[in-house]
Protein backbone atom coordinates (compact mmCIF):
# COMPACT_ATOMS: atom_id res chain seq x y z
CA UNK A 1 0.00 0.00 0.00
CA UNK A 2 1.02 3.33 -0.50
CA UNK A 3 1.66 5.89 1.89
CA UNK A 4 -0.16 8.42 2.44
CA UNK A 5 1.95 11.66 2.29
CA UNK A 6 0.34 15.53 3.07
CA UNK A 7 0.56 17.66 0.37
CA UNK A 8 2.95 20.33 -0.31
CA UNK A 9 1.85 23.82 -0.27
CA UNK A 10 1.93 23.87 -4.49
CA UNK A 11 -0.01 21.23 -4.30
CA UNK A 12 -2.53 22.64 -1.73
CA UNK A 13 -2.47 25.50 -4.09
CA UNK A 14 -3.81 23.13 -6.90
CA UNK A 15 -6.23 21.19 -4.41
CA UNK A 16 -7.81 24.82 -3.89
CA UNK A 17 -8.45 25.73 -7.20
CA UNK A 18 -9.88 22.44 -7.84
CA UNK A 19 -12.69 23.04 -5.72
CA UNK A 20 -12.88 26.10 -6.31
CA UNK A 21 -13.97 25.41 -9.83
CA UNK A 22 -16.33 22.54 -8.95
CA UNK A 23 -17.87 25.20 -6.54
CA UNK A 24 -18.26 28.18 -8.94
CA UNK A 25 -20.00 25.05 -10.93
CA UNK A 26 -22.23 23.96 -8.33
CA UNK A 27 -26.05 24.75 -9.01
CA UNK A 28 -28.02 26.85 -6.94
CA UNK A 29 -29.93 24.60 -4.88
CA UNK A 30 -26.70 22.22 -3.48
CA UNK A 31 -24.94 25.30 -3.07
CA UNK A 32 -28.10 26.72 -1.02
CA UNK A 33 -28.40 23.89 0.91
CA UNK A 34 -24.74 22.89 1.64
CA UNK A 35 -24.61 26.58 2.82
CA UNK A 36 -27.38 26.51 5.31
CA UNK A 37 -25.93 23.45 6.72
CA UNK A 38 -22.62 25.26 7.21
CA UNK A 39 -24.00 27.89 8.58
CA UNK A 40 -26.04 26.00 11.59
CA UNK A 41 -22.35 24.06 12.12
CA UNK A 42 -20.45 27.33 12.90
CA UNK A 43 -23.68 28.87 14.80
CA UNK A 44 -23.52 25.12 16.85
CA UNK A 45 -20.08 26.11 17.33
CA UNK A 46 -21.09 29.36 18.41
CA UNK A 47 -23.80 28.14 20.91
CA UNK A 48 -21.35 25.60 22.34
CA UNK A 49 -18.57 27.47 22.62
CA UNK A 50 -20.80 30.31 25.09
CA UNK A 51 -22.51 27.61 26.98
CA UNK A 52 -18.78 25.99 28.32
CA UNK A 53 -17.45 29.64 28.95
CA UNK A 54 -20.10 31.91 30.05
CA UNK A 55 -19.44 31.72 33.44
CA UNK A 56 -15.53 33.20 32.65
CA UNK A 57 -17.15 35.63 30.16
CA UNK A 58 -18.72 37.04 32.85
CA UNK A 59 -15.83 38.11 35.34
CA UNK A 60 -12.66 40.01 33.83
CA UNK A 61 -10.64 37.84 35.34
CA UNK A 62 -11.25 34.84 34.01
CA UNK A 63 -12.63 36.44 30.44
CA UNK A 64 -9.04 35.66 28.85
CA UNK A 65 -9.47 31.62 29.94
CA UNK A 66 -13.19 32.01 28.59
CA UNK A 67 -11.87 32.78 25.18
CA UNK A 68 -9.15 29.82 25.74
CA UNK A 69 -12.33 27.44 26.53
CA UNK A 70 -14.21 28.94 24.09
CA UNK A 71 -11.70 28.56 20.68
CA UNK A 72 -11.01 24.68 22.39
CA UNK A 73 -15.30 24.24 21.36
CA UNK A 74 -15.22 26.38 18.45
CA UNK A 75 -13.55 24.38 16.02
CA UNK A 76 -16.08 21.53 15.80
CA UNK A 77 -18.04 23.87 13.58
CA UNK A 78 -15.29 24.09 10.85
CA UNK A 79 -14.57 20.48 11.01
CA UNK A 80 -18.20 19.88 10.16
CA UNK A 81 -18.14 21.82 7.34
CA UNK A 82 -15.21 20.73 5.94
CA UNK A 83 -15.42 16.74 6.79
CA UNK A 84 -19.27 16.14 6.79
CA UNK A 85 -19.68 18.73 4.24
CA UNK A 86 -21.00 22.23 3.59
CA UNK A 87 -20.55 26.20 1.55
CA UNK A 88 -19.13 28.42 3.95
CA UNK A 89 -18.66 31.63 2.77
CA UNK A 90 -15.20 32.52 4.60
CA UNK A 91 -13.61 29.83 3.57
CA UNK A 92 -14.84 29.90 0.02
CA UNK A 93 -13.10 33.92 -0.31
CA UNK A 94 -9.98 31.66 -1.34
CA UNK A 95 -11.89 30.90 -4.67
CA UNK A 96 -9.88 34.27 -5.92
CA UNK A 97 -6.94 31.68 -6.17
CA UNK A 98 -8.95 30.34 -9.15
CA UNK A 99 -9.97 33.46 -10.42
CA UNK A 100 -6.47 34.49 -10.52
CA UNK A 101 -5.18 31.47 -12.12
CA UNK A 102 -8.51 32.00 -14.45
CA UNK A 103 -9.70 28.93 -13.77
CA UNK A 104 -12.90 30.70 -13.02
CA UNK A 105 -14.99 33.54 -13.83
CA UNK A 106 -15.53 36.94 -11.76
CA UNK A 107 -19.28 36.79 -11.76
CA UNK A 108 -19.58 32.43 -11.47
CA UNK A 109 -17.28 33.92 -8.05
CA UNK A 110 -19.63 36.30 -6.86
CA UNK A 111 -22.93 34.03 -7.90
CA UNK A 112 -21.19 31.40 -5.35
CA UNK A 113 -20.63 33.71 -2.60
CA UNK A 114 -23.95 35.19 -2.58
CA UNK A 115 -25.80 32.01 -2.82
CA UNK A 116 -23.72 30.75 -0.22
CA UNK A 117 -23.69 34.11 2.12
CA UNK A 118 -27.43 33.90 2.10
CA UNK A 119 -27.70 30.20 2.89
CA UNK A 120 -25.21 30.53 5.45
CA UNK A 121 -27.24 33.30 7.15
CA UNK A 122 -30.19 31.28 6.85
CA UNK A 123 -29.02 28.22 9.17
CA UNK A 124 -27.03 30.24 11.80
CA UNK A 125 -30.38 32.17 11.83
CA UNK A 126 -32.33 29.20 12.74
CA UNK A 127 -30.01 28.15 15.14
CA UNK A 128 -30.23 31.25 16.47
CA UNK A 129 -34.14 31.21 16.98
CA UNK A 130 -34.26 27.83 18.45
CA UNK A 131 -31.48 28.78 21.02
CA UNK A 132 -34.25 31.69 21.88
CA UNK A 133 -36.97 29.77 21.45
CA UNK A 134 -35.52 26.92 23.63
CA UNK A 135 -34.92 28.06 27.46
CA UNK A 136 -31.45 27.38 27.22
CA UNK A 137 -30.37 31.08 27.57
CA UNK A 138 -31.81 30.56 30.91
CA UNK A 139 -29.05 28.80 32.23
CA UNK A 140 -26.71 29.58 34.94
CA UNK A 141 -29.32 31.72 36.29
CA UNK A 142 -30.10 33.92 33.07
CA UNK A 143 -26.12 34.47 32.93
CA UNK A 144 -25.70 32.43 29.01
CA UNK A 145 -28.27 34.72 28.08
CA UNK A 146 -26.76 38.30 29.71
CA UNK A 147 -23.49 37.24 27.81
CA UNK A 148 -25.21 36.33 24.81
CA UNK A 149 -26.57 39.95 25.07
CA UNK A 150 -23.52 41.38 26.00
CA UNK A 151 -21.66 39.30 22.99
CA UNK A 152 -23.89 41.39 20.58
CA UNK A 153 -23.81 44.35 21.83
CA UNK A 154 -20.48 44.43 21.71
CA UNK A 155 -20.17 43.56 17.84
CA UNK A 156 -22.76 46.00 16.77
CA UNK A 157 -20.86 48.76 18.72
CA UNK A 158 -17.46 48.24 17.25
CA UNK A 159 -15.89 51.15 15.13
CA UNK A 160 -15.95 50.57 11.51
CA UNK A 161 -12.10 50.01 10.89
CA UNK A 162 -12.12 47.75 14.28
CA UNK A 163 -14.87 45.33 12.74
CA UNK A 164 -12.65 45.47 9.38
CA UNK A 165 -9.79 44.80 10.68
CA UNK A 166 -10.56 42.36 13.06
CA UNK A 167 -12.33 40.47 9.86
CA UNK A 168 -8.99 40.50 8.15
CA UNK A 169 -7.30 38.63 10.94
CA UNK A 170 -10.08 36.21 11.60
CA UNK A 171 -10.38 34.75 8.15
CA UNK A 172 -6.81 34.69 7.57
CA UNK A 173 -6.74 32.42 10.01
CA UNK A 174 -9.48 30.71 8.99
CA UNK A 175 -8.53 29.94 5.47
CA UNK A 176 -5.43 28.53 6.89
CA UNK A 177 -7.54 26.00 8.73
CA UNK A 178 -8.74 25.17 6.02
CA UNK A 179 -5.70 25.32 3.75
CA UNK A 180 -4.11 22.85 6.74
CA UNK A 181 -6.68 20.67 6.26
CA UNK A 182 -6.49 20.66 2.44
CA UNK A 183 -3.24 19.15 2.91
CA UNK A 184 -3.80 16.60 5.26
CA UNK A 185 -3.91 12.86 4.17
CA UNK A 186 -6.13 11.79 6.89
CA UNK A 187 -9.06 12.59 8.64
CA UNK A 188 -7.42 13.40 12.18
CA UNK A 189 -4.50 15.28 9.69
CA UNK A 190 -7.89 17.48 8.86
CA UNK A 191 -9.12 17.97 12.56
CA UNK A 192 -6.04 18.90 13.71
CA UNK A 193 -5.12 21.12 10.58
CA UNK A 194 -8.69 22.83 11.59
CA UNK A 195 -8.15 22.88 15.22
CA UNK A 196 -5.27 24.73 15.44
CA UNK A 197 -5.86 27.89 13.73
CA UNK A 198 -9.48 28.24 14.57
CA UNK A 199 -8.76 28.10 18.50
CA UNK A 200 -6.08 31.15 17.93
CA UNK A 201 -9.06 33.03 16.23
CA UNK A 202 -11.48 32.38 18.70
CA UNK A 203 -8.84 32.91 22.04
CA UNK A 204 -7.54 36.70 20.03
CA UNK A 205 -11.31 37.74 19.69
CA UNK A 206 -11.48 38.10 15.91
CA UNK A 207 -14.66 38.74 13.72
CA UNK A 208 -16.19 36.09 11.70
CA UNK A 209 -18.96 37.10 9.17
CA UNK A 210 -21.12 33.89 9.79
CA UNK A 211 -20.05 33.39 13.59
CA UNK A 212 -21.99 36.68 14.02
CA UNK A 213 -25.18 35.60 11.89
CA UNK A 214 -25.42 33.56 15.17
CA UNK A 215 -24.33 35.91 17.91
CA UNK A 216 -26.34 39.18 16.67
CA UNK A 217 -29.32 37.97 15.51
CA UNK A 218 -29.48 36.10 19.01
CA UNK A 219 -28.97 39.13 20.81
CA UNK A 220 -31.73 41.05 18.84
CA UNK A 221 -34.39 38.06 19.61
CA UNK A 222 -33.60 38.02 23.62
CA UNK A 223 -32.84 41.95 24.03
CA UNK A 224 -36.55 42.84 25.51
CA UNK A 225 -36.37 40.13 28.01
CA UNK A 226 -35.22 41.75 31.14
CA UNK A 227 -34.21 38.45 33.20
CA UNK A 228 -30.83 38.84 30.82
CA UNK A 229 -30.49 42.97 30.39
CA UNK A 230 -30.53 43.20 34.10
CA UNK A 231 -27.45 40.78 34.66
CA UNK A 232 -25.79 42.08 31.68
CA UNK A 233 -25.33 45.11 33.19
CA UNK A 234 -26.16 47.09 29.74
CA UNK A 235 -27.24 50.61 29.51
CA UNK A 236 -29.93 51.12 26.81
CA UNK A 237 -27.86 53.33 25.13
CA UNK A 238 -26.04 50.06 24.69
CA UNK A 239 -28.30 48.49 23.02
CA UNK A 240 -30.08 51.26 20.80
CA UNK A 241 -27.58 49.59 17.78
CA UNK A 242 -28.68 46.33 18.89
CA UNK A 243 -31.30 46.69 15.83
CA UNK A 244 -31.01 44.71 11.97
CA UNK A 245 -29.64 47.69 10.38
CA UNK A 246 -27.26 48.32 13.23
CA UNK A 247 -26.07 44.74 12.84
CA UNK A 248 -25.79 45.12 8.93
CA UNK A 249 -24.00 48.38 9.02
CA UNK A 250 -21.94 48.33 12.18
CA UNK A 251 -20.76 44.49 12.40
CA UNK A 252 -22.08 42.56 8.96
CA UNK A 253 -20.46 44.71 6.44
CA UNK A 254 -17.21 45.72 7.89
CA UNK A 255 -16.18 42.46 8.84
CA UNK A 256 -17.49 40.73 6.04
CA UNK A 257 -14.70 43.41 3.94
CA UNK A 258 -12.36 42.37 6.43
CA UNK A 259 -13.44 38.55 5.80
CA UNK A 260 -12.98 38.64 2.01
CA UNK A 261 -9.34 40.81 2.74
CA UNK A 262 -8.10 38.38 5.05
CA UNK A 263 -8.60 35.05 3.72
CA UNK A 264 -9.02 35.88 -0.42
CA UNK A 265 -6.24 38.36 -0.50
CA UNK A 266 -3.77 37.18 2.56
CA UNK A 267 -4.43 33.58 1.70
CA UNK A 268 -4.93 32.62 -1.71
CA UNK A 269 -3.84 35.47 -3.81
CA UNK A 270 -0.66 35.64 -1.72
CA UNK A 271 0.01 32.16 -2.18
CA UNK A 272 -1.03 32.33 -5.63
CA UNK A 273 1.22 34.36 -6.17
CA UNK A 274 4.06 32.54 -4.67
CA UNK A 275 3.45 29.21 -6.01
CA UNK A 276 1.93 30.46 -9.70
CA UNK A 277 3.82 33.77 -10.85
CA UNK A 278 6.91 34.70 -8.56
Partial sequence: MKPLIPLKPPEILDTTIQAAIAKAGGSFMKLFTLA?????????????????????FAKPETYGLGKVLAGAVFGTGLMLVVIAGGELFTGNTMMLAALCDKKIKFFKMLRNWLIVYVGNFAGAFFIAYMMASSGLFDSGASMLGAVTLKIAAYKVNLPFLSAFFLGIMCNWLVCLAVWLSNGADTMAGKIFGIFFPIWLFITSGFEHSVANMYYVPAGILIKTNEAFVEPSGLSLASLENLTWLGFLEGNLLPVTLGNIVGGGIFVAVFYWYAYKKA
Fill in 36 to 56: ILAGAFIAFAAEGSNMAAFNL
